[in-house]
């Protein structure tokens, strides 16, 4: 008897698979060397507060809360006759993804800027996702795990649901959404990387937010910059060399006396 894998498990766990293996990818780049593509010195990884491996223990923290709540909605939405949904046409697919795409950077876009403004949550819950003030790939998703509910998995239960999307089709999306966020938090601006050309929501643009001077711009995520934009929180940068190798984001907002104090 052959040994069937349904979507509603695949779409659970691939995404975590999908995780690992692209940010160990960026690991990997890291070991070869990547000190002209870096948005920061190595040197800098020091201002981080936590080790690399509170990182990897909380990741996994949030992604066990994700299994459980992906498990729980497949358990309540699921057909008891065990019937596959069928994939309708590409063009409809096409459609779903851009909606999803839409309902989660709206989502998460409001709960972080909350996240921001509320004192009592930042201090308390997101402050723990900017311990890491110079970002790297399996860091993307250190947060606290009510941060992790709120954002990540509430957020893309909605995009699930209101999209319409079957489980066969969130495969994919959770697939791409997750290197999407990991891609923003790789630290690297790589020549060549398709995703910069589709998005101008980048490891670029979410370094920004990272630092000190950027924490009330740039909330938007994972994937476009309109709501930035829209209410006045988006901060523009240039992309600049750094003469001991590199780059940097520089915000041109940023005036002669914080960026003093920056450099």
């Not at 894998?5 to 695949?10: F, H, I, M």
């Not at 060397?33 to 020091?46: C, F, S, T, V």
């Amino acid at each position: 008897m052959a040994f069937a894998v349904s979507d509603e498990l695949l779409g659970t766990f691939v995404p975590i698979a999908v995780y690992w293996l692209y940010s160990g990818l960026y690991v990997v780049l890291d070991v070869l060397g990547m000190d002209d593509y870096r948005l920061h010195p190595k040197g800098e990884e020091a201002r981080n507060i936590v080790s690399k491996w509170t990182v990897v223990r909380g990741v996994l923290v949030q992604q066990a809360f994700q299994i459980a709540v992906s498990l729980l909605l497949f358990t309540v939405l699921g057909d008891d006759n065990g019937t596959v949904r069928k994939q309708p046409s590409a063009l409809v697919i096409a459609l779903q993804f851009i909606i999803a795409m839409f309902v989660m950077d709206t989502w998460q876009y409001f709960m972080h800027r909350y996240m921001h403004i509320n004192k009592f949550l930042y201090k308390h819950v997101h402050s723990k996702h900017h311990t890491l003030v110079v970002p790297y790939a399996f860091g993307a998703l250190y947060n606290h795990p009510l941060e992790g509910l709120i954002l990540d998995t509430i957020g893309g239960a909605l995009s699930f649901l209101i999209s319409g999307m079957t489980p066969r089709t969130g495969i994919f999306f959770f697939s791409f959404a997750t290197i999407k966020t990991v891609d923003d938090h790789c630290g690297l601006w790589l020549p060549g990387n398709i995703l910069h050309v589709f998005f101008s929501n980048n490891s670029a643009y979410h370094d920004i937010h990272h630092q000190p001077y950027g924490n009330k711009y740039n909330f938007s995520q994972p994937f476009f910059v309109m709501w930035d934009k829209i209410l006045g929180t988006y901060m523009p940068y240039t992309l600049q060399t750094r003469k001991e190798g590199g780059f940097e984001a520089r915000p041109v907002k940023l005036n002669q006396a914080q960026q003093t104090k920056a450099d």
